[in-house]
């Protein structure tokens, strides 16, 4: 039986979830599904920005450091996060970039490695990590004399028992198929083979049930901008286990890291624990309005928190994955994504062999907005905190006709631009 408008619309009428919209600026006739490269901006973030640059800045001045609470924001957002990722009180702080914070978990990774098994000089990941990572990882493996070795998912295994890997390094949600790994199965295994476990949670933090202590991971880093809803360019966060936190100097041995900067003293000495992750002086008014976005995820606590959220991700993504089926049919289109919940993160992926750009720029226009990834993937990014599922049916109508029209044929959509 084909599901119908009036058939989404009763979903909503049931949703539980579904007053959480009215957190954020949703731009009228737009559906947004691109959650999963930047999240929609919340409705608070505005007034709050506004507030810390006319009244922090502009009337404390320098004094908001301590009045505004300025110099605790890494480790106050980070504990906020810390709750949605399985972490504790004082493990994660918000910092930086997600490729500069990789750099740092991967090199404190690749030192403990060299110290207890010095044999070991290859760092393992997937090919179709994603590019930021491995090109982060390929750097520090030339500096340290190591290798990257990229493999297919269902070669980890091997590569594992080979003896060789000091450090795996992976994306729990695969940007580019919306794929997730089993975190707990893999972190066991390279454990077994005496490998330390790195995780990139880009795809995973707000938008699926994470449990780094539960998975006993070793180091793991995510953005703040997609499902966290920080805004673009936000803070990303680092996390460490402690039982390696105190272990080594993260490589970028800033002030901010120092166990009491403003001694000013020319020796670095590490602050203990997640601290010393941080490095240099911190970005105030992106921390705010990461703030803001942390606030529309405790928004969902009183309302079933992250089961409720995993649970409207799937029912939409899976309503997405049958509409297209139903009424794309015979239009080139596969489906990439696994069917399978437990394999699935908060994504849909669609192949097309010719003009997917396009198909996506022609959506774009008619305000269905998800992105193009090389060489041939359509994907949307479901945020059940303000998606409807009147979206999704709307959104695979506006695709069946961009599809049967030829509509991406146009030039206009075949003309490549710098994002996509």
């Known amino acids: 039986?084909?599901?119908?408008?009036?058939?989404?619309?009763?979903?909503?009428?049931?949703?539980?979830?579904?007053?959480?919209?009215?957190?954020?600026?949703?731009?009228?006739?737009?559906?947004?599904?691109?959650?999963?490269?930047?999240?929609?901006?919340?409705?608070?973030?505005?007034?709050?920005?506004?507030?810390?640059?006319?009244?922090?800045?502009?009337?404390?001045?320098?004094?908001?450091?301590?009045?505004?609470?300025?110099?605790?924001?890494?480790?106050?957002?980070?504990?906020?996060?810390?709750?949605?990722?399985?972490?504790?009180?004082?493990?994660?702080?918000?910092?930086?970039?997600?490729?500069?914070?990789?750099?740092?978990?991967?090199?404190?990774?690749?030192?403990?490695?060299?110290?207890?098994?010095?044999?070991?000089?290859?760092?393992?990941?997937?090919?179709?990590?994603?590019?930021?990572?491995?090109?982060?990882a390929q750097a520090l493996c030339e500096e340290r004399g190591w290798s990257l070795r990229l493999v297919e998912a269902g070669?980890?295994?091997?590569?594992?028992?080979?003896?060789?890997?000091?450090?795996?390094?992976?994306?729990?949600?695969?940007?580019?198929?919306?794929?997730?790994?089993?975190?707990?199965?893999?972190?066991?295994?390279?454990?077994?083979?005496?490998?330390?476990?790195?995780?990139?949670?880009?795809?995973?933090?707000?938008?699926?049930?994470?449990?780094?202590?539960?998975?006993?991971?070793?180091?793991?880093?995510?953005?703040?901008?997609?499902y966290l809803n920080g805004g673009p360019g936000a803070p990303a966060f680092a996390w460490v286990h402690p039982r390696h936190a105190d272990r080594f100097w993260q490589p970028l041995a800033g002030w901010w890291g120092h166990a009491a900067p403003f001694e000013f003293t020319p020796e670095y000495r590490p602050a203990p624990g997640i601290a010393r992750y941080l490095c240099g002086t911190q970005p105030v008014l992106s921390m705010v309005a990461l703030d803001c976005g942390l606030d529309t995820l405790e928004a969902a606590r009183p309302l079933g928190g992250m089961a409720a959220l995993r649970a409207k991700s799937l029912a939409l993504t899976d309503l997405f994955i049958t509409l297209v089926e139903q009424r794309c049919e015979g239009q080139g289109l596969s489906l990439v994504t696994p069917r399978e919940h437990p394999q699935r993160g908060s994504q849909v992926c669609l192949a097309r062999a010719e003009g997917a750009y396009a198909i996506v720029q022609a959506l774009i226009a008619r305000g269905v907005i998800g992105d193009f990834r090389a060489p041939d993937i359509l994907r949307f990014g479901f945020t059940p905190l303000y998606l409807e599922y009147e979206d999704v049916w709307k959104a695979v109508e506006h695709l069946r006709q961009v599809l049967e029209s030829g509509e991406w044929r146009r030039p206009e959509f075949n003309r490549a631009q710098a994002v996509t």
């Open 155 to 226: 070669q980890l295994e091997a590569e594992l028992r080979s003896g060789e890997v000091a450090v795996l390094m992976l994306t729990h949600v695969n940007y580019r198929t919306g794929a997730m790994h089993d975190m707990a199965a893999l972190t066991a295994l390279a454990h077994r083979h005496g490998t330390l476990a790195v995780w990139d949670l880009a795809h995973s933090a707000g938008a699926v049930p994470v449990d780094l202590r539960a998975a006993d991971a070793d180091f793991a880093i995510g953005c703040g901008y997609k």
């Open 1 to 136: 039986m084909t599901t119908t408008l009036q058939d989404c619309r009763a979903l909503d009428a049931r949703d539980p979830l579904r007053k959480l919209r009215d957190l954020f600026v949703l731009p009228e006739g737009v559906i947004y599904l691109d959650g999963n490269s930047l999240g929609a901006m919340p409705k608070s973030a505005a007034a709050r920005v506004a507030a810390a640059v006319e009244q922090e800045w502009g009337q404390g001045l320098i004094r908001s450091w301590n009045t505004a609470g300025w110099f605790e924001m890494p480790r106050r957002i980070g504990d906020r996060i810390a709750t949605w990722i399985g972490a504790q009180e004082g493990e994660v702080v918000a910092t930086d970039t997600t490729s500069i914070n990789l750099f740092k978990v991967l090199s404190a990774a690749a030192r403990i490695a060299s110290t207890d098994a010095p044999g070991r000089k290859v760092v393992l990941s997937e090919r179709s990590n994603f590019p930021t990572d491995l090109y982060i």
